[in-house]
Structure formats: C-alpha cells, structure tokens
Nanobody, 121 residues
Framework: QVQLVEAGGDLVQPGGSLRHSCSAS????????MSWYRQEPGKQRELVAI???????DYADSVKGRFTFSRDNAKNTVYLQMNSLKPEDTAVYLC???????????????WGQGTQVTVSL
C-alpha cells in the first residue's frame, strides 16, 4: 500500500524557519510531480509549490524567495524549507504526489496526512 507521510509541522515565531518532509513508501514504480498545498480553516486549499520528476520547481507568489522545494529521489522524499515565516503562513500543510504503483503502473494522486504550521509570537 502506498503512503505519504509528512513531518515537520510546528509552532514558530515570525521570521523563523521550518523544514517539512514528505516521504512516499510502498511498492512504487515511479513518482512524477509532488506538491505542497496549504489550507486555513474556511478557505480554499492553496498550491504552495510543485516539483517535477527532474527537480524543476514553481512556487506561489506569496512564498517565492522564502520557501525552497527539493527532492531526494533515492529516498522518495521531498523537503520544503520555509524561511522568513510570516503569520499568514499559518495553515495545515499537505503533501501531494502523482505516482505510479507497481499494482497497475498508472499515475494516481496520493495525499499526506497534513501537518499544522503555526507562525505566532
């Protein structure tokens, strides 16, 4: 069974840093794009960053220059380094991956469990 497991949520002061990780496990044939989303209560889910299989990245304007998305293909893990955090970055952060399991070799979307990031004094 394929799973995405996240780690790294925490309470941090404004200006601080956090690093999220998201690891894919199970019988995985190939991982394509992986993404980070965030969601605040009562608001739509927002795409924060995306990374393709070659390591190419794109970011929401609100996080450009502050967040860095990277991947370690050998470990099936991606990392979101978040610097210069602001109170408006407070949200539940969710990892998403389009990957193909060995069960059918077809790409499906999987989601992590979500982790809370709170930026506050």
């Amino acid at each position: 069974q394929v799973q995405l497991v996240e780690a790294g949520g925490d309470l941090v002061q404004p200006g601080g840093s956090l690093r999220h990780s998201c690891s894919a496990s199970g019988m995985i044939f190939r991982i394509n794009t992986m993404s980070w989303y965030r969601q605040e209560p009562g608001k739509q889910r927002e795409l924060v960053a995306i990374i393709d299989s070659g390591g190419g990245t794109d970011y929401a304007d609100s996080v450009k220059g502050r967040f860095t998305f990277s991947r370690d293909n050998a470990k099936n893990t991606v990392y979101l380094q978040m610097n210069s955090l602001k109170p408006e970055d407070t949200a539940v952060y969710l990892c998403s991956a389009y990957l193909a399991p060995y069960s059918d070799y077809r790409s499906h979307e999987y989601w992590g469990q979500g982790t809370q990031v709170t930026v506050s004094l």
